[in-house]
């Protein structure tokens, strides 16, 4: 792989109008978040930099707390000499049963693995419903079901949960909630500890889930043999760190792809991640719809991928161990990380050049999760 972390530097690219670029850049991150819109829009929700702002302007400002402030996909709570890891998401994904899964085992495994990532084992779930009147009893039978072999496969249970009835029109079918509880097996984990050195590597090829449920709504005339790549990660998380146990950070490449998490991790750690585009697995189905929709695979969801920040002297032994096990045949590593320019993502492309890869505003695929 072609990874080059200071050639930025003696090129064009370091150039002084490179340089006030960066600036600008850095200068708007400074700034405190604040929503300028009246009203939320779909790009709130879509995991860029709405989302962002959103939850820095909003929720963090009003709910800050030492265990919220991270900002990872759980929380850690200290519970008597143990440490339980804690999380919540909502599901609204269109349409609800898509090429290789559906809403039900969807919510089961999006939390599972957002408890995997905290490197704990996890343990219970809760289940709430939002059906709209007039909902098909089949098909909430077949979600349910979905859900509860999707909880058998990843050894958890479904403790608890609610179901709400609203009137016909005020939800599109059925919306799911989930909370997950799990035990802490590895302490420490965080994108805040990534370092310069570090390795980054993902489990697999990136974008079948988001490309899968895209091309299910049947809007656009493009035919590709993909199915979503939902699953559980827990059991890849398990060896990984059983092998590696300096694993720095871990993050599940859902909403905004695996582009968001490698800002997230710039940001949050103030690091340089460089990453070689030729070396990120993508299936030839999904790189060529994507192709055809005008959006990038790095931006698209996944359901079944982590990306992984290891020393950069653990590589090899990090991929070895994925490699090991069904859900990471495919592991790759994409990149390394730098010291500068702090907080920022760049890819050294496949054409020879270096670009930015920031978050995005929006979301070209919404309701994908």
Same mark, same amino acid.
């Given at each position: 792989?072609?990874?080059? /972390?200071?050639?930025?530097?003696n090129?064009?690219?370091?150039?002084d109008r490179?340089?006030?670029?960066?600036?600008r850049?850095?200068?708007?991150?400074?700034?405190?978040p604040?929503?300028?819109?009246?009203?939320?829009?779909?790009?709130?929700?879509?995991?860029g930099?709405?989302?962002?702002?959103?939850v820095?302007?909003?929720?963090?400002?009003?709910?800050?707390?030492?265990?919220l402030e991270?900002?990872?996909?759980?929380?850690?709570? $200290?519970?008597e000499g143990h440490?339980?890891?804690f999380?919540?998401?909502?599901?609204?994904v269109? @349409?609800?049963?898509?090429?290789g899964g559906d809403?039900g085992?969807?919510?089961?495994? =999006?939390t599972?693995?957002?408890?995997?990532?905290?490197?704990?084992?996890?343990?219970?779930?809760?289940?709430g419903?939002?059906?709209?009147?007039g909902?098909p009893?089949?098909?909430?039978?077949?979600?349910?079901?979905?859900?509860?072999?999707?909880?058998?496969? +990843?050894?958890?249970?479904?403790?608890?949960g609610?179901?709400?009835v609203v009137?016909?029109?005020?939800?599109?079918?059925?919306?799911?909630?989930?909370?997950?509880?799990?035990?802490?097996?590895? #302490?420490g984990?965080?994108?805040?500890?990534v370092?310069?050195?570090?390795?980054v590597?993902v489990?697999? @090829?990136?974008?079948? #889930?988001?490309?899968?449920v895209?091309?299910?709504r049947?809007?656009?005339?493009?035919?590709?043999?993909?199915?979503?790549?939902?699953?559980p990660?827990?059991?890849?998380?398990?060896?990984?760190?059983?092998?590696? /146990?300096?694993?720095?950070?871990?993050?599940?490449a859902?909403?905004g792809?695996v582009?968001t998490?490698?800002?997230?991790?710039a940001?949050?750690?103030?690091?340089?991640v460089?990453?070689?585009?030729?070396?990120? /697995?993508?299936r030839?189905?999904?790189?060529?719809?994507?192709?055809?929709? !005008?959006?990038?695979p790095l931006y698209? +969801?996944?359901e079944g991928?982590i990306?992984?920040?290891? @020393?950069?002297?653990?590589a090899?032994?990090a991929l070895?161990?994925?490699?090991?096990?069904p859900?990471?045949?495919?592991?790759?590593?994409?990149?390394?990380? =730098?010291?500068? $320019?702090p907080?920022?993502?760049?890819?050294?492309?496949?054409?020879?050049?270096?670009?930015?890869v920031?978050?995005l505003v !929006?979301? @070209?695929?919404?309701?994908?999760?």
């Amino acid at each position: 792989m072609r990874i080059e /972390p200071e050639s930025h530097r003696n090129s064009p690219a370091g150039s002084d109008r490179e340089q006030q670029v960066l600036d600008r850049i850095e200068k708007a991150r400074r700034r405190k978040p604040k929503v300028k819109a009246e009203r939320i829009t779909l790009a709130h929700g879509s995991g860029g930099k709405a989302t962002q702002t959103l939850v820095e302007a909003v929720f963090l400002e009003a709910f800050r707390n030492e265990l919220l402030e991270p900002l990872e996909d759980g929380a850690e709570l $200290p519970l008597e000499g143990h440490r339980l890891a804690f999380t919540t998401d909502s599901y609204v994904v269109s @349409p609800l049963f898509f090429p290789g899964g559906d809403i039900g085992d969807l919510a089961v495994n =999006g939390t599972v693995n957002d408890l995997a990532v905290t490197g704990a084992t996890p343990r219970y779930l809760s289940a709430g419903f939002l059906i709209e009147e007039g909902f098909p009893l089949a098909e909430l039978t077949r979600i349910v079901e979905s859900m509860a072999n999707a909880a058998r496969a +990843a050894g958890v249970q479904i403790a608890t949960g609610d179901t709400k009835v609203v009137e016909k029109g005020k939800a599109d079918g059925c919306y799911i909630n989930t909370t997950g509880i799990g035990v802490v097996r590895s #302490h420490g984990l965080g994108v805040a500890g990534v370092r310069p050195g570090d390795a980054v590597l993902v489990s697999g @090829p990136i974008g079948d #889930h988001g490309i899968t449920v895209m091309l299910a709504r049947g809007e656009l005339d493009i035919d590709a043999d993909v199915v979503s790549d939902t699953a559980p990660v827990h059991e890849l998380v398990a060896d990984l760190l059983a092998a590696v /146990p300096e694993v720095r950070a871990l993050r599940d490449a859902t909403r905004g792809g695996v582009a968001t998490i490698l800002n997230e991790i710039a940001r949050a750690a103030k690091v340089a991640v460089f990453v070689d585009e030729e070396s990120v /697995p993508v299936r030839t189905e999904v790189r060529g719809a994507s192709e055809l929709l !005008g959006i990038d695979p790095l931006y698209v +969801a996944c359901e079944g991928r982590i990306v992984v920040v290891v @020393p950069g002297e653990r590589a090899e032994a990090a991929l070895a161990a994925m490699r090991a096990h069904p859900q990471g045949e495919q592991a790759a590593l994409i990149g390394r990380v =730098g010291d500068d $320019p702090p907080g920022l993502v760049l890819l050294n492309t496949a054409f020879g050049g270096t670009r930015i890869v920031d978050l995005l505003v !929006g979301d @070209p695929l919404p309701r994908i999760c």
